[in-house]
C-alpha cells in the first residue's frame, strides 16, 4: 500500500440461510443495474442487505457422525493426522465433541488428502496449544472443512494455518478461525468460504494469496471477520502493507458479499497488486482503524450497496496529525482503473449504490506519478501491470512512446461513483479538519531521474483525462473536495465547475435533514 509521497513497501453451493443477520441500511433510491455475469464458481448474486453474526453464535455440526465418516476422538493427541494418513481419498471425517490437538512437535500438522471433508460435532475445536504452525496444509484440492473451530496456532509472519500450502478448490464455512498468528486462512483458485469467523488473528483474517502465481475464482460470502491483526504489524514494520482483515494479491475474479467487516486493527479488505474483476456488494464494513476498502494497482471491479460507516478514524486521525495533509479516505483506490484489455466482468472501477456515513472521509483517487515498472519507487516491487509481459522493456528509449509510456503504469482511470449517500457528522467523528474530504489526485512526479512522467503530467491525466468522475450522488455533511494535488481544496461549487465538473446531477446539503 502507499498512502504517503513515498509509499509503502509489499510484503508479502447456495447463498447459506444464516439465523442471526445484522439489518442495514443502503441507498434504496440508487438505481438497480443488471448485475454483471457471475463467476465460474458463484451463486447467484444475493440483493439481500443483511450480514451474519457468525461469531456470535456460529451454527451447530451435526451431533452425529454422518453416515460411512471417520469419527475422530479428541482424548487421542494426533488422532486427526494420524486417520488423515490412514484413510483414502475423499473420505468425510467427524470430530467430536471436545478439544483436539496435533503432535507436539511444531511443524505436525493435518494433510488432507483430495475431496476429504471435515466436520466438528458441536463444540468440536483443533487447537494448536501456541506450539503447532499449521493445522491443515498440502496441495491436495476440493478439502471441506466445517463446523470446526481452529485456534491458538502459532503461523509464522506472511504465513497462514489452514490451507496453508494455498491448495484448490478448497471450501471453508460455518467455520471459527481465531487466535492464532500469521493468517487465519489462506487461500487458491475456487476457494469459497461461507458463513465463517475470522477473529482476533495476529495478521490477516485470510491472506488471499498464491507464491507460484494468480488465484482464480475466489468467493467470500457471509462471513464475520473481526478484529484482525492483533500484531499490530503496521507498527511493528512501518510500511509494511502487510495486514487487513482480508488481503487479496493477484486474484483474478472475486465475490465478496454479504460479510460483516469490523474493529479489525488497520484496513478492512485491501486487494493489492494486480487484482482483477472484483465484486464487493452487499458488506458491512465498519468500525475499522484504517480504511474499509483499499484497492490498490488493480483493475476492474464493481462495488455496491454497501454500508460503509465509521471507519479510519484511528489511521486518519493519526496521519493528519502528524501534519500530512493527504486526504486519508475510507474508501482507497489507488492506481487502479478500468481497462478493457483485461477480461473482466466490467471494464470500468464502478462504485454505486453505497451509503457512506461519519467514516474519516470519503473515496480518494490516487496515482503516484512516480510509480511504475521498473521505477525504484515502485513498493511493489519486482511487478509489472498486466499489459507488459516483460517488465524490462519499461525502460528508456522505449518507456517514452506508445504503448509503453502508457502500459507501463498503473493508471487511475475509468472509474465511475455514482448514486452513493455520502454522510458527515464532525460531532460524531470528533474532527475539526481534513475528515471531510473527497479526493482526485496525484502528486508531482520527481523519481527516477530517467522517468517519463515528471512533473505535472500524472496529475494533469488523472485529474482531466482518465475519465473518472462523480456525479448523481447525495452529500448531507461539510464536504470538501481535492482536486489535481493536495494543496487543491475546493467547495462543492469549485468541484462542479470548469475545469473539473465534476458531480454533475448531485446534491449537497452542508447542515442537518435528509
Request: with cysteine; charged share 25%; proline share 5%.
Amino acid at each position: 500500500m502507499e498512502i504517503t509521497w513515498r509509499g509503502r513497501s509489499r510484503s508479502a453451493a447456495a447463498p447459506l440461510a444464516l439465523a442471526l443477520v445484522l439489518l442495514v441500511t443502503g441507498c434504496d433510491d440508487a438505481p438497480d443495474d443488471p448485475a454483471p455475469k457471475p463467476s465460474a464458481s458463484s451463486s447467484s448474486s444475493s440483493g439481500a442487505k443483511s450480514v451474519a453474526r457468525v461469531c456470535e453464535k456460529p451454527a451447530p455440526g451435526p451431533a452425529e457422525a454422518p453416515g460411512s465418516a471417520v469419527t475422530v476422538d479428541p482424548a487421542v493427541a494426533g488422532d486427526l493426522a494420524a486417520k488423515t494418513r490412514n484413510s483414502p481419498a475423499h473420505t468425510t471425517f467427524w470430530l467430536r465433541p471436545g478439544k483436539h490437538r496435533l503432535e507436539s512437535d511444531r511443524y505436525s500438522q493435518v494433510v488432507p488428502k483430495e475431496g476429504n471433508r471435515y466436520i466438528g460435532a458441536p463444540g468440536a475445536v483443533l487447537d494448536g496449544r501456541g506450539t503447532n504452525q499449521y493445522a491443515f496444509g498440502g496441495t491436495a484440492r476440493d478439502v471441506t472443512i466445517s463446523h470446526l473451530t481452529v485456534q491458538n496456532f502459532a503461523a509464522p509472519h506472511d504465513e497462514g494455518v489452514v490451507n496453508h500450502d494455498s491448495a484448490d478448490g478448497w471450501v471453508i464455512e460455518h467455520a471459527t478461525i481465531r487466535n492464532n498468528s500469521g493468517a487465519g486462512l489462506m487461500a487458491g483458485d475456487r476457494q469459497e468460504v461461507r458463513a465463517s469467523c475470522l477473529r482476533d488473528n495476529g495478521q490477516y483474517g485470510m491472506n488471499a494469496y498464491k507464491g507460484d502465481g494468480i488465484i482464480n475464482d475466489l468467493v467470500v460470502e457471509g462471513n464475520e471477520i473481526t478484529g484482525n491483526n492483533t500484531g499490530d504489524w503496521e507498527r511493528e514494520r512501518p510500511g509494511c502493507g502487510c495486514t487487513g482483515g482480508i488481503k487479496f494479491w493477484a486474484v483474478q475474479g472475486a465475490d465478496v458479499r454479504g460479510n460483516w467487516v469490523h474493529d479489525n486493527r488497520g484496513t478492512g479488505l485491501w486487494a493489492d497488486t494486480n487484482n482483477n474483476d472484483f465484486l464487493i456488494e452487499n458488506n458491512v464494513l465498519e468500525s475499522n482503524d484504517g480504511a474499509a476498502l483499499i484497492y490498490e494497482t488493480s483493475y476492474n471491479a464493481v462495488v455496491r450497496k454497501n454500508t460503509i460507516r465509521r471507519n479510519n478514524w484511528v489511521e486518519g486521525r493519526e496521519n493528519t496529525d502528524g501534519g500530512d495533509n493527504f486526504p486519508y479516505a475510507t474508501v482507497y483506490i489507488s492506481e487502479s482503473g478500468g481497462e478493457p484489455r483485461v477480461e473482466a466482468r466490467t471494464d470500468r472501477i464502478e462504485i454505486y449504490g453505497n451509503l457512506l456515513e461519519d467514516n474519516w472521509s470519503g473515496i480518494t483517487l490516487w496515482e503516484n506519478a512516480d510509480r511504475f515498472c521498473n521505477s525504484p519507487a515502485n513498493t511493489s516491487s519486482g511487478d509489472c501491470t498486466l499489459l507488459v509481459a516483460d517488465t524490462d522493456r519499461c525502460a528508456r528509449p522505449g518507456i517514452t512512446r506508445a504503448p509503453l509510456y502508457a502500459d507501463c503504469r498503473w493508471k487511475t482511470q475509468r472509474v465511475d461513483i455514482h448514486d452513493n449517500r455520502f454522510v458527515l457528522d464532525k460531532t460524531v467523528v470528533e474532527c475539526t479538519d481534513s475528515c471531510d474530504r473527497m479526493a482526485l489526485l496525484a502528486n508531482y512526479g520527481t523519481y527516477p531521474d530517467w522517468s517519463p512522467y515528471q512533473g505535472e503530467k500524472v496529475a494533469k491525466a488523472v485529474t482531466h483525462l482518465q475519465d473518472n468522475r462523480w456525479h448523481d450522488n447525495v452529500y448531507v455533511g461539510p464536504w470538501r473536495f481535492v482536486a489535481h494535488d493536495p494543496s487543491r481544496v475546493l467547495d462543492f461549487e469549485a468541484w462542479r465547475a470548469a475545469p473539473y465538473r465534476q458531480d454533475a446531477g448531485s446534491t449537497f446539503r452542508a447542515r442537518g435533514g435528509d
